[in-house]
Nanobody, 115 residues
Framework: QVRLVESGGGLVQPGGSLTLSCAASGIIFSINDMGWYRQAPGKERELVAT???????DYGDSAKGRFTISRDNAKNMVYLQMNSLKPEDAAVYYC?????????WGQGTQVTVSS
């Protein structure tokens, strides 16, 4: 069992920046990939970014060039730095972790982008 807790969401202006954090606890050894997904009302959950245990990152198309994912294995943390935020980035952002063959999800943190 893996528990994931997100933090750092909030209200930002268009063009602003925000950094999200995710803390993993429980049986956390052998976690492979971690990532961030988001879901806006009425829309499907979509990939934002993933990062392997070795630090290799991959991004969804909407995140490329604006968002950066990173992880600190010693602290069991994963981060998402978001820059140049747009209203369409507003969503609940969920932390994700894979410990094969299972996948785990956090409760989510709300990001609102509005003037």
């Amino acid at each position: 069992q893996v528990r994931l807790v997100e933090s750092g969401g909030g209200l930002v202006q268009p063009g602003g920046s925000l950094t999200l954090s995710c803390a993993a606890s429980g049986i956390i050894f052998s976690i492979n990939d971690m990532g961030w997904y988001r879901q806006a009302p009425g829309k499907e959950r979509e990939l934002v970014a993933t990062i392997s245990s070795g630090g290799f990152a991959d991004y969804g198309d909407s995140a490329k060039g604006r968002f950066t994912i990173s992880r600190d294995n010693a602290k069991n943390m994963v981060y998402l730095q978001m820059n140049s935020l747009k209203p369409e980035d507003a969503a609940v952002y969920y932390c994700n972790a894979k410990r094969l063959p299972f996948v785990y999800w956090g409760q989510g943190t709300q990001v609102t982008v509005s003037s």
